[in-house]
């Protein structure tokens, strides 16, 4: 049907409706509006620092939220005003572990954004092994969970938002030498709770 020149390789793309996000090397994002796939709509730069892992579009198809290898999640909007209004980033994915009386922040890559179909809220999972529910609009998380004992490599929802998916798998995130027989290769299917997955709060 079509084929788009894009600036860079590809690393994470989503689809909602008519909308289409990709995230590409270099923290490149372009948008491109399925109603005219032969170009794209709108490009614009990652607000987040480090590569981009992992892209989730909005059920509205009126935003994307955006992972990173640096265990922080963006939530943005095509419009800009909307954006100046709504969009934010926040720190994920990551464990304190005081020694000697030190505080070392470990941070994890956020490998996977997904949307609630019916709520709309956001799950993330990422190399920590842990994954979370998330309302954007509250700026809240829902529910965090413990660790599956090894990287979540990637989830999702079913069609109607009762099971989460999760594959926990080796990410390679710290090279090949972490590898080994013994590392779990999984799928685990977790029944969501409305009270961990609905908004607080939804507006009417």
């Given at each position: ?152 490599s990637a989830a999702a929802f079913n069609r109607n938002g009762s099971i989460y998916a999760i594959a926990v798998s ?35």
């Amino acid at each position: 049907l079509s084929t788009i020149q894009l600036p860079e390789r590809v690393y994470a793309m989503d689809a909602s409706q008519k909308l289409l996000v990709v995230g590409t090397a270099e923290r490149h994002v372009c948008i491109i509006d399925l109603n005219n796939p032969q170009q794209i709509s709108k490009q614009a730069m990652s607000p987040l620092k480090w590569q981009t892992r992992s892209i989730a579009c909005y059920p509205q198809a009126n935003g994307y939220a955006l992972g990173s290898i640096e265990g922080r999640c963006a939530f943005q909007y095509i419009d800009d005003q909307e954006q100046a209004k709504s969009g934010f980033t926040f720190k994920c994915h990551r464990q304190n572990e005081t020694k000697a009386g030190r505080t070392e922040s470990h941070i994890f890559a956020l490998n996977s954004i997904a949307a609630h179909p019916v709520y709309g809220t956001f799950a993330t999972a990422g190399s920590d092994g842990c994954f979370h529910f998330w309302d954007k609009d509250a700026k809240h998380r829902l529910k965090g969970f413990p660790s599956l004992g090894g990287t979540i490599s990637a989830a999702a929802f079913n069609r109607n938002g009762s099971i989460y998916a999760i594959a926990v798998s080796y990410d390679w995130s710290k090279g090949y030498s972490f590898n080994n027989p013994q590392y779990p290769n999984l799928i685990r299917l977790h029944p969501t709770k409305d009270e961990e997955v609905k908004q607080k709060n939804k507006r009417r």
